[in-house]
């Protein structure tokens, strides 16, 4: 290996680090519980302790590390190298991440919230691979989003650009977002409540009556079983997701959406109903003729892989052609 990337994924559960080669290919790769609740300068020491383990035992000869890539699941200002908030993070507020890992490293560091990095995951290396207008979303717990305009990511003034899930809609008078109606707690809360007036559903069993216990999963558990209230649930969720998409086609006419998380994962009753609100809301079709609709492919690397790919875009700034697998069929 000539020259290398260190990727660094910074969860609320796993930290994780992998060593990969300039087209991303990952050769070692390690990963400690995170252990937030320790705090900043610990959970820092794993990060620090990580990125060693990774780090080849011979760095010289013709070998050269490009850099550290971290991602970061919250607000993060990749222009600063400042994690914001570090969400379900103790003490990660305002950090200068990047220039504690240069002093300690002596590289370049770039860091970029966990759905930015997904998204340039995803381009490179993923379902996006080959196409320069990417929209990347995650419904799970949250909507996460990240967008890729002609090859460059989405950064905005302070990198705090592309957050779909915060897409304000005026629902039954009242303002909300796109993730507050389609997320998983979403999805949980309208279960809880229309079993609460009387409904009846298979979700009542399958938490066994407490209904503080239901989670999106519960619901899409309930679905598969065939269950009624599940189904007309996410079929509600799907049809605001699809107006949301629409909003998303009209600004940025991309090339394909791509989607993650636990919730994409109840898959075609979720997106049929999704393509109808878009094929219903968009004002022509050329928006959604050509349209490719995918899930997304690199499983849990997708971080890792991301984190990799902002050292070798220089934090998402430079096209995505300075990663080799992007430009590859």
């Known amino acids: 290996m000539t020259d290398y990337v260190i990727g660094v994924d910074l969860g609320g559960t796993r930290l994780r680090a992998a060593l990969m080669d300039d087209d991303l290919t990952i050769h070692a790769r390690h990963e400690v ?64 991440l990047a220039s504690l890992l240069q002093d300690e490293f002596h590289t370049p560091v770039f860091l970029g919230n966990d759905a930015n990095v997904a998204a340039l995951a995803e381009a490179t290396r993923g379902a996006g691979r080959g196409y320069r207008h990417v929209i990347f979303v ?12 002609d090859g460059h990511l989405l950064l905005g003034k302070d990198g705090l650009a592309a957050e779909a899930g915060h897409i304000v809609m005026l629902v039954d008078g009242e303002f909300t977002t796109l993730e507050k109606q389609t997320a998983g707690p ?92 878009i094929e219903v809301n968009c004002i022509d079709k050329a928006y959604w003729r050509n349209l490719k609709i995918e899930m997304a492919a690199l499983g849990e690397n997708v971080s890792l892989i991301g984190a990799g790919a902002l050292v070798l875009t220089r934090g998402g700034v430079e096209d995505l052609s300075a990663v080799k697998a992007a430009l590859e069929d």
């Open 33 to 96: 519980l995170t252990e937030a609740r320790d705090g900043f300068d610990a959970t820092f020491g794993r990060i620090k302790q990580l990125v060693r383990a990774v780090l080849p035992e011979d760095q010289g000869g013709n070998d050269a590390l490009l850099g550290i890539g971290v991602s970061i699941p919250g607000p993060t200002n990749p222009f600063k190298g400042i994690v914001e908030l570090g969400t379900n993070l103790a003490g990660w507020r305002d950090i200068p």
């Open 138 to 149: 995650t419904v799970s717990t949250g909507i996460g989003s990240g967008i890729i305009v």
């Open 186 to 277: 979403s999805l949980a809360r309208q279960a809880r409540v229309r079993i609460q007036a009387g409904e009846t559903s298979l979700i009542s069993g399958l938490v066994n009556g407490e209904l503080s216990k239901i989670s999106g999963k519960t619901v899409g558990e309930a679905l598969r079983a065939g269950d009624a209230l599940a189904a007309s649930i996410v079929n509600r969720a799907g049809t605001v997701l699809g107006g949301g998409m629409a909003s998303l086609l009209h600004l940025f006419n991309p090339e394909i959406l791509i989607f993650g998380g636990g919730v994409s994962a109840i898959g075609d009753p979720l997106f049929d109903p999704m393509r109808v609100a």
